[in-house]
């Protein structure tokens, strides 16, 4: 493996650093400020829509679309769009502006691979335009969705058209006032095989029977203006068009999307912690305690030091597992998807904690973007599988290798 960008990625990752230095760092607490003042805390402050417009024009736009999307997007490998999606998580919001922001991320590719070509028109053009915002709806309350076959959201067909009943939460995106389609995970069939009983399938949000409940905090932050919703299905009718691939599909489709999601996680927090690190230098630099700055107390530069080792780590790591995804795809890979998906939020938690300790009582307030920043690390070792289920899976499969 090259460790060294090749010129496509050095200069596109250029031109997006020089992007954040003049367009994002300087209006990051004026946007901030902007949604949490607003009318509106579900209404994307109309400052994006002026920031996403410059990234079009700057060539900056769909950059995680990879070489066989192409026609919808820029043709990068997962190894190439690395540092770039690294670059955006040192910003939590800055991925919207690039087109390239989570559950949309997921939901282009989703509708890329497995959409029909209607579906593709009547969504992932707008969406691949940003004119729009998605949602994915996978996640129950009631039962322990970290096993996705235990979900209890029926789809069932009546006629030309499908019914679905059940409730979702977590369902992130769906508070956002431009969120116009939901892709829902429930059972066609309950009695199928277990992998084959779920199916996927397209519900605009404003469909009769779909009520938005509350909108979800994760560890004490609501993410305006996207937002994760409890939403609630009481007999929604969708023609049986909406449904993509076919029936008992689901899970198939559910792996394909979420391998590039984590990864794609895993490099945004690596952005974050990567900041973290370069805000506490910045930090102990500047603080003095017990008569010397606290740059030259030992336990902040052994702390340092660590938190430096640990994020490159990561980097590599995740690096390896993009190359070994565009080499073998995304199932061959899986042992590496799990190894980081393992290891990244755990190094970003603990990278951000030391910055925040670092900060003192600042590092815990609305005048840093530290925890914030800990809150989205913190989540993500539970979305899109929690650790202990990568854990128990790369235990599994290492075991079985090594006695095949």
Request: proline share 4%; aromatic share 8%; charged share 25%.
């Amino acid at each position: 493996m090259n460790f060294e960008y090749n010129e496509k990625t050095q200069a596109l990752l250029e031109k997006l650093r020089a992007f954040m230095k003049e367009e994002v760092y300087p209006i990051e607490q004026e946007y901030i400020h902007a949604v949490e003042n607003g009318e509106n805390r579900w209404k994307t402050p109309e400052l994006m829509q002026t920031l996403k417009q410059k990234a079009r024009d700057a060539g900056l736009w769909n950059l995680f679309l990879p070489e066989e999307y192409k026609p919808y997007g820029a043709g990068l490998t997962n190894a190439e769009y690395a540092p770039l999606c690294e670059e955006m998580g040192r910003v939590l919001f800055s991925s919207e502006i690039f087109n390239c922001s989570a559950p949309d991320t997921g939901n282009m590719e989703v509708l890329a691979k497995y959409g029909n070509e209607e579906q593709k028109e009547k969504w992932l053009v707008p969406l691949l335009n940003g004119e729009i915002r998605s949602a994915f709806a996978m996640t129950e309350p009631a039962v322990a969705s970290s096993d996705a076959t235990n979900i209890e959201t029926s789809i069932t067909r009546e006629g030309d058209e499908y019914v679905i009943n059940g409730k979702k939460w977590y369902t992130s995106g769906a508070m956002n006032e431009n969120c116009k389609i939901m892709i829902v995970m429930g059972k066609t069939d309950f009695d199928a095989p277990r992998h084959q009983q779920q199916s996927q399938i397209l519900v605009p949000v404003d469909t009769k029977g779909v009520t938005i409940v509350r909108p979800m905090a994760a560890m004490g932050f609501y993410d305006e203006p996207i937002g994760h919703a409890e939403v609630l299905f009481e007999n929604v009718r969708v023609p049986a068009e909406n449904l993509l691939v076919g029936e008992g599909k689901g899970f198939e489709i559910a792996q394909g999307r979420l391998g590039p999601g984590r990864i794609h996680h895993c490099m945004r927090l690596i952005g974050c912690a990567q900041r973290a690190l370069d805000m506490a230098c910045e930090r102990v630099e500047a603080r003095v305690a017990f008569g010397k700055p606290l740059a030259k107390q030992q336990s902040v530069r052994e702390s340092i030091a660590k938190m430096h080792c640990d994020i490159e780590q990561a980097r590599l790591l995740t690096l390896k597992a993009a190359d070994k995804m565009d080499r073998y795809g995304n199932k061959v890979s899986r042992d590496l998807i799990a190894a980081i998906k393992i290891v990244a939020p755990t190094m970003a938690c603990n990278v951000i904690d030391e910055s925040i300790q670092m900060h003192g009582a600042a590092g815990t307030s609305q005048d840093f973007v530290l925890s914030a920043m800990y809150a989205y690390a913190r989540t993500i070792k539970l979305a899109d599988g929690p650790d202990q289920v990568h854990m128990m899976q790369l235990g599994r499969n290492l075991i079985a290798d090594k006695n095949a």
